[in-house]
């Protein structure tokens, strides 16, 4: 299955954003006066980075990317990093017959949504609002990502997902996220994530003016060479080089899973997904993966 959005965000400047949160909300009240809206279909306004009409779509095409590659299985207990108001949980509320899902978000409505609507009906699926600061979603946020501590105990989850996190996210923040998959996914498990790679192919393409979100800036005082959609707002859309991203998740412990699927992002005419998609493996071996932070091993 191809789209061109799945696992995406779109970028609205201020005045535009303004209007169309405007519009969502009264196609948000014409849904409720004609009794529109199926059972546990957010409200429009709070997709307004994912689209309506393909909500369901893209949750059921991630669950069978999750299980074909991630090797989901029924009895998983799994963290996303990231679950917005819901559209990867929901599919999976069924498939996870005896397992469990825990999710994580910086956006208070969204996680209160799924608190109210998704959490009643599946008691153990729950939903977490982290206060963290992202300039893009929560320039509010009381704690920088690059020190939040995942509120779990240390090899928790049999399976971690991320879909378009580290699309948004600075590299030492990214960097500490890795340190913290690892720590709290068990030995011999997977977490997929979905991102923007600059492969020799991509770079190419983006540097001919390729690719959408168009990378046309470098990040300046990145450790290497990752490219930005905005100048104004880095954490719009980064993306990072495949080869030294690669590097960082082995030395955290998180090796990848070949192959890599790229994605439409950059102008392939093959990829399968809008964003690339990368499964990494948890190793045996804990202290190998303590590499990935410039501190010690964090404790349970």
Known sequence: MKTQSHGGQRIFPAGRAWIRRSGLLMLDGWDRF????????????????????????????????????????????????????????????????????????????????????????????????????????????????????????????????LTSVFTHMLPPDLRHYIAEIARVLRPGRRCLLTLFLLDDVASGLVAAGGGLPRFSFPLDGAPFACRIADRRNPEAAIAYPEADLLEWLSAGGLPAVPPIHYGTWSGRADGRWYQDVLVVERVQDRDHRCAAADSSCPTA
């Not at 199926?38 to 306004?45: A, D, E, K, M, N």
């Open 34 to 161: 004609r009794g529109r809206r199926p059972p546990l279909l957010p409200p429009r306004r709070l997709m307004e980075d994912v689209g309506w009409g393909a909500f369901r779509e893209f949750g059921e095409a991630f669950l069978e990317q999750a299980r074909e590659l991630g090797g989901l299985r029924p009895s998983d207990r799994v963290l996303e990093i990231g679950c917005g108001v819901g559209r990867m949980a929901i599919p999976m509320a069924d498939y996870l017959s005896t397992g469990a899902y825990e999710g994580l978000d910086v956006n208070r409505r969204a996680v209160r949504w799924c608190q109210r609507h998704v959490t009643p009906q599946y008691p153990d699926f729950r939903f977490h609002f982290v206060d963290l600061y992202n300039q893009r979603y929560n320039r509010r946020g009381s704690i920088p990502a690059a020190s939040v501590r995942f509120p779990y105990p240390d090899e928790a989850f049999d399976f971690v997902f």
